[in-house]
């Protein structure tokens, strides 16, 4: 089964861990998420696998530009919102394989492969 690895190309974790998968001989798809955007049935399935609040990068530069009120009164159904809105909202990379979801560059799981 083929792997797919989720983020955007000017990420540098994102290419670390294109590097790695590279290395390898993982074969995998390359999903670029400013390119390619986020569907509702990929956030879900990464949701069913992980908690949202693994997956909502409350560090990025698109949420620091986020207006304080969208901010406000974060749950579940507003990050979901946010995220489908913003795909550069998702913590990244994000590696889908074999029905596992890994957020961000986890080396041990990635050489797992």
């Not at 790695?20 to 049935?41: F, I, K, N, S």
């Not at 530069?61 to 795909?87: N, S, V």
Request: glycine letters at 6%.
């Amino acid at each position: 089964m083929t792997a797919t690895l989720y983020g955007i190309k000017a990420c540098d974790t994102c290419r670390k861990a294109r590097r790695l998968l590279d290395a390898q001989g993982v074969d995998y798809r390359y999903h670029d998420l400013r390119e390619d955007g986020l569907t509702r049935a990929h956030l879900d399935a990464f949701l069913s696998r992980v908690d949202w609040q693994a997956l909502l990068n409350t560090r990025s530069t698109t949420w620091r530009q986020l207006a304080p009120t969208d901010k406000e009164g974060l749950d579940e159904a507003r990050a979901i919102a946010l995220m489908l809105a913003h795909p550069t909202l998702l913590k990244r990379p994000v590696l889908e394989s074999a029905g596992e979801v890994i957020v961000g560059l986890d080396k041990a799981r990635y050489v797992a492969l």
